[in-house]
């Protein structure tokens, strides 16, 4: 995977003037677009797409300070018209082209990156695979936005909003693996945008042929194979470093990569107040060989 990310780069460094398709150059790489996507942002910080969008603007500049014409700067990067590449240069450097052109910046330069793999080995990565049959997930769901870091007081407020009874009515419900309550995010966003909007579903999983109450929303779970996870310790915090050492030791040292699904978190055991926990964390995965 590093060495894919690597081509990556080297793609879209050579193409910053040109068209740049992820799935042509994957095509032969023997992995997916979706899981490159989600491995790029996790392990760069941002998506690839943002990268390019920096990449490109960090070059304009250089062409724009040569005396360059605007409108042949913006077409030479992709872009239809001058004000459309102009939001984007504002938006990387803080500054319009015309200050730029002017002043010599302030200028905010994307340096070209490079991946590596740095495995310590200390601290082992508590998993296992688990293949499942067709399932459904059946609870209350809520459109909310991506947060990398922190509670999401979003997820917060659509759980607070349903009533105490239903929680424990949906946990009798429960009747398939994963067992128990569950926290499931799903139509997350391939490059994993913070912000960007998500299906978060506080529910319970059931067989697939099982009735789901009319008032209850579901999502249908395809069979295939899961990641499963472990964790224990500060929640969230303990669950959402788990997330980021999936992307940077487990997923390069492993032959699984992401599928699209949803991603579930199982609570097994918590404090009174929430302030620890011990989780489960399952991510749907297919053999990457």
Known sequence: MIGILNRLVEH????LRAEISLADLLRGEGTTEYHVRRMFSSLAGMPVSEYIRRRRMSLAAADLLAGDDLLAIAIRYGYGSAEAFGRAFRSVHGASAGEVRRSGGPLRSQPIIRFSLNVEGKRPMDARIAQRENFQLIGYAARVPLIHHGANPHIQEHIASIPVAEHARLKALSAADPAGLLQ?????DADYREGSELTYLHSVAVPADAPVPEDLDSIQVPAGAWAVFSVSGPYPAALQELWASTATAWFPSNPWRLRPGPS?????????DFSTATCELWLPVEADR
């Open 264 to 272: 579930i978190v199982a609570v097994l055991d918590r404090a009174a």
């Open 12 to 15: 879209i460094e050579a193409n």
């Open 184 to 188: 499931v995010s799903d139509q997350v």
